[in-house]
């Protein structure tokens, strides 16, 4: 599951958003949010160095497990309730190759009881 946690501030006309995005699953996620505000996304790394988990419809990101990534925007649209929205969670493939205690270790609802592990060694 996902937990989405925002703040919003309006300065001068413009929004801004922050927010920190977590998951309570036991493997990396990777994460699709979009923005709610009806109005242009203007996002960090705009530019010449744009940041590549940004579009301009909202963030694709990994989140890994027990931790949190801090995502932010601006925009001169009003602000919303929730002024966010999870729109896509996966569990994000891995590039590493698993070893036995790594494919033990993401079993999420179920762990073989200790004298099964004994006898496969």
Same mark, same amino acid.
């Given at each position: 599951?996902?937990?989405?946690?925002?703040?919003?501030?309006?300065?001068?006309?413009?929004?801004?958003?922050?927010?920190?995005? /977590?998951?309570? /699953?036991?493997?990396?996620?990777?994460?699709?949010?979009?923005?709610?505000?009806? #109005?242009?996304?203007?996002?960090?790394?705009?530019? !010449?160095?744009?940041? !590549?988990?940004?579009?301009? /419809?909202?963030?694709?990101?990994?989140?890994?497990?027990?931790?949190?990534?801090?995502? #932010?925007?601006?925009?001169?649209?009003?602000?919303?309730?929730?002024?966010?929205?999870?729109?896509?969670?996966?569990?994000? !493939?891995?590039?590493?190759?698993?070893?036995? #205690?790594?494919?033990?270790?993401?079993?999420?609802?179920?762990? !073989?009881?200790?004298?099964?592990?004994?006898?496969?060694?």
């Amino acid at each position: 599951m996902i937990e989405l946690d925002w703040e919003i501030d309006r300065i001068e006309g413009v929004t801004l958003v922050s927010a920190t995005v /977590a998951t309570t /699953a036991t493997t990396p996620q990777r994460v699709r949010i979009e923005s709610r505000l009806d #109005g242009p996304l203007w996002h960090p790394g705009r530019g !010449p160095h744009p940041d !590549p988990e940004w579009t301009d /419809a909202g963030w694709d990101g990994i989140v890994e497990p027990n931790q949190y990534r801090g995502i #932010g925007f601006a925009s001169p649209a009003a602000p919303a309730e929730p002024p966010l929205e999870v729109v896509a969670a996966r569990r994000a !493939p891995t590039d590493r190759s698993a070893t036995e #205690g790594d494919a033990l270790a993401s079993l999420t609802e179920w762990k !073989p009881t200790p004298d099964v592990l004994e006898r496969q060694r």
